[in-house]
């Protein structure tokens, strides 16, 4: 029997059908199941976990304007957001913890203002505005605007013991951010005292981890705009005092230890004006840095035991001063006291130091153990005294190094312009000046200079001062 022709084509696309897949499989298994000529596309890395969500609470004051939190129960978790709607007269945290993934944000209402603090406060309970106890992990203050979160201290005779903000018992990983600080004692005061019972609060025993402080504005302290790091030396436990004579002169009978320190601290951004003592003081710190920054009109007690535009405290170690501002006040322009313990360095870089007042030096160095310092690219003009005074007084024997800076009109205080008003030397220490193209650069006045004294000192174009000294540069992210 004779097949259709529908049938015979019907027969044939099928055999073609059955011949292109037995090719398709014997091609497939040469090539051991690839594509031929192909290139494997990378696997992509696993996404990072995201930060864990928290939520947002909002608290309000008592009918006495204030708050107190304790969170031993840990109520509040990592992630969340707390925000402080009204006006606070104190506000007390205690055993707040966020993470290091998921800090806990402290902050306004958004496109509110919240004030915190007594301006009517005289003495007694109550003392500080804002303060934070065994906290960790926290974000303090606005998110972008540091007019809408303000810390406003006491305006009374008994202001010199209020703490406008204070982190204290161990408190750290703080971010302090956009918030403005008014009047009060002390504008922003962090350290823990020892204590005889916690052996934790004794160095070497433990340390405080990481601190930023930026775009805060401070004026009108009683005392201190900062005080950061514990400046005692030592600390009689029996006395609950600070010690800061050396351990011959311990008394019979009491015990004494070292205060522990901080370790990362970074301040930057900030403005710092009409403050009656030391502007930002630091101490017992390894890793600080302090950019950017505006300090000016301090030291308004004219007090000579605090006077620093900025001060690089005792016990300092590992620090860089660079980028900041420091102008027309009445004490020295920047003190440093740090320790060049275990190879410890310093460097402090392209600053501005210029106007102080009644024979105050301007750059003044004064370290222990062996300190070296690095002062490179300065501009240092009208200092009361010498433009830089180094000091081995108090063990700082090594050589200085001193590089490109211009040094301008020292001793505008009326003291003769010797040749070391420049950079003055006594007690054993030592520098070594730059040469060549590392050479400072030194003149008697301003106009000698030809600088422009309107536009932050920088060289006009005919200037010797050349390529020493301060350039100005762009605010820090």
């Known amino acids: 029997m004779t097949m259709s022709l529908l049938t015979k084509q019907h027969h044939i696309k099928l055999l073609n ?19 031929p000529q192909s290139t494997p596309r990378p696997q992509s890395a696993p996404a990072p976990a995201p930060a864990p969500q928290g939520k ?54 958004p496109g509110a203002v919240t004030t915190i603090g007594n301006p009517n406060w005289n003495g007694g309970s109550w003392a500080e505005a804002f303060s934070f106890t065994n906290c960790h992990y926290l974000k303090i203050g606005s998110d972008n605007n540091k007019a809408n979160f303000l810390i406003k201290g006491s305006t009374q005779a008994g202001r010199p013991a ?32 020892p204590v005889r019972a916690d052996r934790s609060t ?20 009683h005392n201190e705009a900062m005080y950061i790091g514990h400046t005692a030396t030592y600390w009689d436990l029996t006395a609950g005092l600070s010690f800061y004579d050396p351990p011959s002169k311990f008394k019979p009978g009491h015990d004494y230890v070292q205060p522990i320190k901080w370790h990362n601290v970074k301040i930057y951004n900030n403005y710092v004006h009409d403050i009656g003592a030391d502007g930002i003081q630091t101490s017992a710190i390894d890793q600080l840095e302090i950019y950017n920054n505006e300090v000016t009109n301090w030291a308004l007690q004219h ?45 402090i870089r392209n600053n501005l130091f210029r106007d102080n007042m009644e024979g105050n030096d301007g750059v003044s160095i004064r370290g222990t153990d062996n300190a070296i310092v690095i002062i ?19 063990g700082m024997k090594g050589t200085q190094i ?73 605010k820090a992210e």
Not at 68 to 86: A, C, H, S
């Open 17 to 35: 059908m059955l011949l292109i897949a037995a090719i398709a499989l014997l091609f497939t298994n040469c090539n051991n199941g690839q594509a």
């Open 56 to 109: 947002t609470y909002t608290l309000t004051p008592d009918g006495n304007g204030r708050l107190n939190v304790n969170d031993v129960n840990r109520y509040y978790k990592p992630g969340d957001v707390l925000i402080l709607k009204g006006n606070f007269s104190a506000i007390y945290f205690t055993n707040l913890n966020g993470s290091a993934s998921a800090p806990i944000t402290i902050k306004n209402p």
């Open 162 to 193: 209020y703490f406008n903000l204070i982190l204290r018992g161990h408190t750290d990983n703080i971010e302090i951010r956009n918030l403005t600080i008014t009047n009060g004692g002390t504008g922003i005061w962090a350290k823990t005292d």
């Open 202 to 221: 004794w160095y070497p025993n433990s340390q405080m981890e990481n601190l930023s402080i930026h775009d805060v504005e401070i004026s009108g302290t």
């Open 303 to 347: 007090n000579s035991a605090h006077n620093g535009g900025i001060l690089l405290g005792g016990r300092t170690t590992n620090t860089n001063t660079h980028d900041n501002y420091v102008h027309n006040g009445w004490g020295e322009l920047l003190q440093f006291y740090g320790s060049g313990e275990n190879g410890a360095k310093h460097v």
């Open 376 to 394: 490179s690219n300065n501009t240092i003009a009208r200092t009361g005294g010498n433009s830089i005074r180094l000091s081995g007084y108090r």
């Open 402 to 474: 001193a590089n490109n800076n211009a040094l301008i009109q020292p001793r505008t205080g009326g003291t003769p312009l010797y040749p070391n008003a420049y950079i003055y030397t006594e007690g054993g220490a030592a520098v070594e000046e730059g040469t060549g193209s590392n050479a400072n650069a030194k003149f008697a006045t301003v106009a000698a200079a030809d600088v422009d004294k309107e536009n932050f000192y920088l060289p006009n174009s005919s200037s010797p001062v050349a390529d020493c000294g301060y350039r100005k540069k762009g």
